[in-house]
Each structure stands twice: as structure tokens, then as C-alpha cells.
């Protein structure tokens, strides 16, 4: 199965931290989760397979499987290949986990939306509601994430599942240790304890909750796809309304000191003299973010300015007139493309990565950007032939953040693959 989290570079993302094997429950809870990340990263394998990949005694491996079986989160595959070895062929063991959920729920400027992966990658339930969170609040934006939460929990549970977790996403810098969203300019939020409020609307028996930054999230969920072809290095750059990056170098998520790495978008790269949400004029995403595109695009008062009409429907209304050869849009999206290149150049210059992700509206309207953005990327990076950066466009649509939420949280399973098992909801 390799659609779940891979490479020990995103085992490190675990908020769970390291299982310390010091006592006999603790190292069975371990082993549990060194067999089941065994099956993740390498594939199905026979009992006698794994007891020699994972060091163990094949009894003990026998017991672990047996638990896993028991708990739902693998199940017997296939008769394992002769390997050349002398004797019977083993029963392979595989993932299963299709009842083991995981939800990323994603605050954003114009909607609240969410998505749950189960164990074996299969999105199991998808939501997006437009939301205009800036004009409501955060007492209200709160409110109906809740009920978004809360139904999707409820779905999911009545067809017998576990709901292993909740990954809240917002932009902006976020406490991942307090779960508070510090200073979010473009929904106008600081200082608001955004998994304190979600704990109180869901009540006892919800799921473990957890917040992170929407962009390091999205970068974890292209990692996913990036790793299995072999990257290590990769940017992601959000196409929202603000823009920021999600680091991953050398297999790790760049948190920074305090969480707060990657807030590209309020630097100044480009001459420009436009009022930022964060207060200071110029700021890069002013000249490449949502409210530039629409700027740039369409007056005030246009369809696609309409934050109570669905956002991807907004996107794909300035695409037909784009595909209809409409100047203003065309011309709009040129300009973008010329202030996204400065940029990207610069942290191609400073991270070197193999990958740059575009997500968001850059991605949605890729067809007119890439083809402008990477000869002029090339042109400016020191570095001989860009430094191998290759810059692409993410295919997760707006789903990526929420995405990177749902993976986060099964990512738990992975770390203790108990809190899967036992029959009290966590
Ligand atoms: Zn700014």
C-alpha cells in the first residue's frame, strides 16, 4: 500500500512522538506499529517475512499480527511468492484499516471545508461549504466547523468506524502545542484558541484534535505522492487568498523554531504598493493571492467576486474566459505568472528543492502559468539548470490542505496502532 504516509522523514511528523519501548505494554504497542508501518512502506508479506524484515521472533510476530487482524487494521492477502527460499509458500498479511479514519478539517477565507482518509487512502467523506470566515468570526466560523466535524464523526461512526483524529487547518501562524491560531491576517484572526472552541462544541467523546498551518499541511499531502517517486525536497505553494510554503528538506517538514517557517507571502518581491491584511503594503501575496487574480481579472460586483458563490465555480468561470480568449483575464493571468516567477527563483535560490508544488488557484489555472513561470524561474536561479528544480502543479484541487490534515492524524495509528483498536472512542 502506497498511498499512506511514507519515508521515515514523515514518521518524524507524528504528533504522537516515538513509542519508548520500557515496559511490556509500551514494546508490544511498538512492535504493533513497527509491523503495521513495515506493511506500509514495503508492501504485503508473509508472517515468516516480516519476523525477518522486523527482527522479531516469529511468534511474537504471530501474536502482533494476530491483534492486528483482530482490530481491523490489516487483513490476510494473498499466498506469498516462493522467494527462492526452501518450504511452503506464507498466507501475506496487508493494510486494511478501511474502518479507521482520519479527518482534516480546513478553515479557509471564503469556505470551511473537509475530508476523511481511511487507512488504506480512500477518502471516505468530503464536504465544502462557501463561508465567508472573515465577516463571521471566529465564535461563528467555530460553529459551523463543529457541525461539519461533528457530522462527518457521526457518518462515519454509524457505518462502524473509528475516527482516529481531527487535523484543524488554518492559514497563518498556529501553536501547534496550544492549538491556538496566533495572527491569521486574511481571516482577521489572532489569539484565537481554535481547538479549545472546537473541544467545547464537539463535547466529551470526540476524537483527538490537533492544529496546524494549511500550507505545511498541503506540503505534507504532495509529499506523499512526491516520496514514492523518490523526493526528499519539496516546496508547496498555496494558492489562496494569502500564499504561503510548506517546506519539506530532506524528508522533513521545516516547522521552524516556533512552527512558523514558510511565511513567504509578506515579503516584498515585487514592486507593488497594494494594502496587505497584515497592514504593510507590497506584500508578495498581494501580487500573486486571490485578491490579486480577482483584481487583476474582474471590477467589483462580478460574478466571480461573489463570496457566498462556491469558489471552485468562481475559478472555473474565470477559466472559461480565459479558454474563450477573454484579454482582460488573459492578460491577469500573465501578471501572475510574471509576479509569481520572482519568488518561486528565490526560494529555489535559498531550499534548492527538486520539487515546487503550485496548489490552489495557481494549479487550477496551470495550463497559463507554467509555461510563462518556468522559463523565467530557470532564468533567474543561480544555480546550473534551476538546481534540478522542477516545478509542477498539485492535483489535490482545494483538497490538499484538508488532505494533509486527514494523513496527520492516521499518521497517529501508525506511532500506537492501539488507539485504533480499542473499542473506547478516542
Ligand atoms: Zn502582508
Redesign the pocket.
Given at each position: 500500500m502506497k498511498a499512506a504516509l511514507q519515508g521515515s522523514g514523515v514518521r518524524s511528523l507524528a504528533m504522537a512522538g516515538p513509542a519508548v519501548a520500557r515496559d511490556r505494554s509500551s514494546s508490544r504497542r511498538a512492535n504493533l506499529g513497527m509491523v503495521l508501518r513495515l506493511l506500509r512502506d514495503e508492501g504485503p508479506r508473509s508472517r515468516a517475512r516480516i519476523s525477518e524484515d522486523a527482527g522479531l521472533p516469529k511468534a511474537t510476530v504471530s501474536n502482533l499480527t494476530a491483534e492486528l487482524l483482530e482490530g481491523g487494521l490489516i487483513r490476510e492477502g494473498e499466498a506469498e511468492r516462493d522467494r527462492g527460499t526452501v518450504g511452503r509458500p506464507g498466507q501475506a498479511v496487508e493494510i486494511d484499516g478501511s474502518g479507521v479514519h482520519g479527518i482534516g478539517a480546513e478553515i479557509n477565507v471564503d469556505y470551511v471545508s473537509l475530508l476523511a482518509l481511511n487507512l488504506k487512502g480512500e477518502v471516505t467523506a468530503e464536504q465544502r461549504i462557501p463561508f465567508d470566515v472573515r465577516a463571521a468570526g471566529p465564535d461563528a466560523t467555530l460553529d459551523t466547523t463543529a457541525q461539519l466535524v461533528a457530522r462527518g464523526i457521526e457518518v462515519l461512526r454509524r457505518d462502524g468506524g473509528r475516527v482516529v483524529g481531527v487535523t484543524l487547518a488554518t492559514p497563518g501562524a498556529t501553536d501547534m502545542t496550544t492549538g491556538t491560531v496566533g495572527f491569521a491576517?486574511n481571516i482577521g484572526w489572532r489569539d484565537v484558541p481554535a481547538i479549545a472552541g472546537l473541544r467545547e462544541r464537539l463535547g466529551t467523546g470526540a476524537p483527538e484534535m490537533h492544529l496546524e498551518n494549511d500550507a505545511k499541511l498541503g506540503a505534507l499531502a504532495e509529499y506523499v505522492t512526491a516520496s514514492a517517486a523518490g523526493v526528499r525536497d519539496l516546496v508547496h505553494v498555496t494558492g489562496q487568498t494569502?500564499v504561503g510554503v510548506g517546506i519539506i528538506a530532506g524528508g522533513q517538514l521545516v516547522r521552524g523554531a516556533g512552527g512558523y517557517a514558510g511565511e513567504v507571502?509578506?515579503l516584498q518581491l515585487v514592486p507593488s504598493e497594494q494594502l496587505?491584511?497584515?497592514?504593510?503594503?507590497?506584500?508578495?501575496?498581494?501580487t500573486i493571492g486571490r485578491g490579486a487574480l480577482l483584481r487583476y481579472a474582474a471590477d467589483p460586483g462580478d460574478l466571480v467576486w461573489d463570496p457566498t458563490v462556491d469558489l471552485e465555480r468562481r475559478l472555473a468561470e474565470l477559466r472559461d474566459r480565459a479558454r474563450a480568449g477573454d484579454a482582460r483575464t488573459l492578460e491577469a493571468l500573465q501578471r501572475i505568472a510574471d509576479n509569481l516567477a520572482p519568488g518561486l527563483a528565490l526560494l529555489a535560490d535559498i531550499l534548492n528543492p527538486r520539487l515546487i508544488v503550485l496548489g490552489g488557484h495557481f494549479a487550477f489555472f496551470g495550463e497559463y502559468l507554467l509555461d510563462s513561470v518556468t522559463p523565467q524561474v530557470r532564468e533567474r536561479v543561480m544555480a546550473p539548470n534551476a538546481g534540478g528544480c522542477e516545478i509542477v502543479l498539485s492535483t489535490t484541487g482545494l483538497t490538499g490542505t484538508a488532505r494533509g490534515g486527514a494523513l496527520l492524524a492516521l499518521d497517529t495509528v501508525y506511532q500506537d496502532p492501539t488507539r485504533a483498536m480499542t473499542p473506547t472512542q478516542r
Open positions: 491576517s494569502g507571502g509578506h496587505c491584511a497584515c497592514g504593510r503594503r507590497g506584500c508578495w501575496e498581494t
